[in-house]
């Protein structure tokens, strides 16, 4: 089994930061991709923003040059730093990631995705 577990979640004005973790523990061989999404009261989930294993990164519209994500691969760690934020970017943050448990599975390119629980941010305005 794998678990995620989130942090760094809060209350925040417009035009603050916050900074997000997410760290990975259990079965784990190797972590490919890994993500931030969020999910607003009375709306879909969307995709925030991922990276690869090897440091490559995708962003949402509506963050780029605000948010910046990375991760730390000996940590089993990533990260979400959260920038000018505003009050449309309150939701609950969940990060996601593909992780391969053993080496049987890494060689047969097998990967599951697994899910954290979520962070709450609130940004008031």
């Known amino acids: 089994q794998v678990q995620l577990v989130e942090s760094g979640g809060g209350l925040v004005q417009a035009g603050g930061s916050l900074r997000l973790a997410c760290t990975a523990s259990g079965s784990i061989f190797n972590i490919n991709t890994m993500g931030w999404y969020r999910q607003a009261p009375g709306k879909q989930r969307e995709l925030v923003a991922t990276?690869?294993?090897?440091?490559?990164?995708n962003y949402a519209d509506s963050v780029k040059g605000r948010f910046t994500i990375s991760r730390d691969n000996a940590k089993n760690t990533m990260y979400l730093q959260m920038d000018s934020l505003k009050p449309e970017d309150t939701a609950v943050y969940s990060c996601?990631?593909?992780?391969?448990?053993?080496?049987?599975?890494?060689?047969?390119?097998?990967?599951?995705?697994?899910w954290g629980q979520g962070t709450q941010v609130t940004v008031s305005s």
């Open positions: 996601n990631a593909f992780v391969a448990p053993d080496l049987s599975s890494y060689i047969r390119g097998d990967q599951y995705p697994y």
């Open positions: 990276i690869s294993s090897s440091g490559s990164t």
